[in-house]
T-cell receptor
Framework: DQQVKQNSPSLSVQEGRISILNCDYT??????FLWYKKYPAEGPTFLIS?????DKNEDGRFTVFLNKSAKHLSLHIVPSQPGDSAVYFC???????????FGKGTHLIIQP | DVKVTQSSRYLVKRTGEKVFLECVQDMDHENMFWYRQDPGLGLRLIYF???????EKGDIPEGYSVSREKKERFSLILESASTNQTSMYLC???????????FGSGTRLTVV
């Protein structure tokens, strides 16, 4: 049973517009969430994270929103740039656990 | 800067061969992980280790084994490579103080 779900395998957005990537989770024990970005033939790199005690975290063009009651988080990228084209993984960590649970990823394509 | 180094970027092996994938991290992290990434399946955990000589099975350990003789090195072993083990293999490490992972660049393994 998938505990972290990214229901959109791919997303196409025009350059300069906002990209919104969504992630849902089922485990209420998750207390920390992260987003990773992955280019082809490279390892994932950390992008941004949020603790469950917050509902928003911002870093430059990237903002992550957390809605605990809906068990939903989203990553907003604004404005979207060609270099943002990559696969984005949502990940979650449970209280007392050391490992991360990953979603299946969303392939973001930024069109010129 | 934390660095996780995987010994090979690309590898081609024959069916039935024993394959070693090496991973080294330089930040004294306690935890190390091996994942494989396949299209549409996301990141799947093969094995992980919380300490030297300790190992735990992940979600898909069949056909794999691991070795952690030193804290900085975590090896993934394919006992008898098969074509369904053709994949991108990713090593990651983390410390107990920080929730995120640092990933290596990945090894693209092709079994023919």
């Amino acid at each position: 049973d998938q505990q972290v779900k990214q229901n959109s395998p791919s997303l196409s957005v025009q350059e300069g517009r906002i990209s919104i990537l969504n992630c849902d989770y089922t485990n209420s024990m998750f207390d920390y969430f992260l987003w990773y970005k992955k280019y082809p033939a490279e390892g994932p790199t950390f992008l941004i994270s949020i603790s469950s005690i917050k509902d928003k975290n911002e870093d430059g063009r990237f903002t992550v929103f957390l809605n605990k009651s809906a068990k939903h988080l989203s990553l907003h990228i604004v404005p979207s740039q060609p270099g943002d084209s990559a696969v984005y993984f949502c990940a979650a960590r449970g209280r007392g656990a050391d490992g991360l649970t990953f979603g299946k990823g969303t392939h973001l394509i930024i069109q010129p | 800067d934390v660095k996780v180094t995987q010994s090979s970027r690309y590898l081609v092996k024959r069916t039935g061969e024993k394959v070693f994938l090496e991973c080294v991290q330089d930040m004294d992290h306690e935890n190390m992980f091996w994942y494989r990434q396949d299209p549409g399946l996301g990141l799947r955990l093969i094995y992980f280790s919380y300490d030297v000589k300790m190992k735990e099975k992940g979600d898909i350990p069949e056909g794999y084994s691991v070795s952690r003789e030193k804290k900085e090195r975590f090896s993934l072993i394919l006992e008898s490579a098969s074509t369904n083990q053709t994949s991108m293999y990713l090593c990651a490490s983390s410390s107990s103080e920080y929730y995120g992972y640092t990933f290596g660049s990945g090894t693209r393994l092709t079994v023919v």
